[in-house]
């Protein structure tokens, strides 16, 4: 450290560096960068950076950077809010950028926050006291998100909250949208062969009473929005990973590939299956959590849980085919 650092330093108290944390934390949303924020305290660049580190335990960007991702996190978690909408609201110029830090952060991609309820982490506005407290939440309750506020003496103190049922069954998110009944039949549709495969992996499903509900892309297909189709995507309750393989005959074992969710790949008639398994959370083991954010569409007499294109298009990346054909449908059927 050279001498001028030295002795900026001398003139910068304790109280100072919780005067830069608060100002963030008032900006949050604004851009904010290190030269801003060393020309508000009168500080140099060099100064504003090390000093921030040797207090905070981290850069100042680091701290910048792990506020924004927290909140985002705890904003998926409670809002119907784009996710596009989110990433632009919280610095990023790009869905792409924003889902890479995300993931980095939390360790599953935004996408997963409204469909598995994962741990999101969180981590607190710092207060500089004597001693440094805030930081990463130990424990994180499912389901529950966390105000910090101080008590009379100054010390950080947690409050929980948790959702309503009516919440909590909705998914975490709500879905406004007119009653709509949906019947499909297979005479009337394009792609005949890939619905009779659809209809027979589903009819044994039921025979031998394994709960799944239609998920991902094929969700669209299941609605009568036509393309063929590279796979079926079905999604099984967490616990009956064993089960399904049996079902397959699949040998090997499912791949985690983030937290709360893990996959694997097998073939049906032909066709290519996804067996999707979401949990690791409240109510995995429940009926009530895998039909969340479904619609059942009779197909020919036989009903399918499928998941509703309001949902997919809620968490779908925009700029991809589907997206818009579930936006073109929405736009005129609702």
Not at 75 to 87: F, R, T, W
Not at 237 to 245: A, S, T
Not at 261 to 279: L, P
Request: with cysteine; hydrophobic share 35%.
């Amino acid at each position: 450290m050279s001498k001028d650092e030295n002795k900026s330093f001398s003139t910068v108290s304790f109280d100072t560096v919780q005067l830069i944390i608060n100002y963030i934390e008032e900006s949050i949303l604004e851009s904010l960068t290190l030269k801003h924020i060393a020309k508000k305290f009168y500080l140099s660049v060099s100064t504003l950076n090390n000093l921030f580190k040797i207090v905070c335990g981290m850069t100042i960007m680091e701290y910048v950077r792990n506020r924004r991702l927290s909140l985002a996190g705890q904003e998926l978690l409670i809002s119907n809010i784009h996710i596009i909408d989110i990433a632009f609201k919280y610095g990023y110029e790009t869905p792409e950028a924003f889902s890479k830090a995300f993931t980095r952060f939390h360790g599953f991609p935004p996408s997963f926050v409204r469909r598995t309820y994962p741990k999101i982490k969180f981590f607190h506005p710092l207060f500089i006291k004597i001693e440094r407290l805030g930081g990463w939440e130990k424990d994180y309750p499912d389901y529950e998100l966390v105000r910090t506020k101080q008590n009379s003496s100054g010390q950080e103190i947690n409050s929980f909250y948790c959702y309503d049922e009516t919440t909590k069954n909705k998914g975490g998110i709500t879905l406004e949208k007119k009653s709509k009944e949906y019947r499909l039949c297979v005479s009337d549709m394009n792609h005949k062969e890939d619905w009779r495969i659809l209809l027979l992996l589903s009819q044994k499903l039921n025979q031998k009473d394994i709960h799944f509900k239609v998920d991902g892309k094929t969700s669209i297909f299941a609605h009568g929005l036509e393309f063929k189709l590279d796979k079926i995507g079905l999604t099984f309750k967490w616990k009956e990973e064993q089960r399904i393989k049996d079902f397959f005959h699949h040998k090997g074992n499912a791949s985690n590939r983030f937290a709360g969710f893990k996959y694997f790949d097998t073939t049906f008639e032909g066709m290519k299956v996804r067996c999707m398994f979401y949990g690791d959370c409240p109510g995995d083991d429940k009926d009530e959590f895998l039909y969340n954010n479904t619609d059942p569409v009779e197909i020919n007499g036989q009903i399918l849980r499928v998941q509703t294109l309001e949902f997919y298009y809620e968490n779908a990346e925009p700029d991809n085919e589907y997206y818009k054909m579930v936006e073109a449908w929405l736009k005129k059927y609702s």
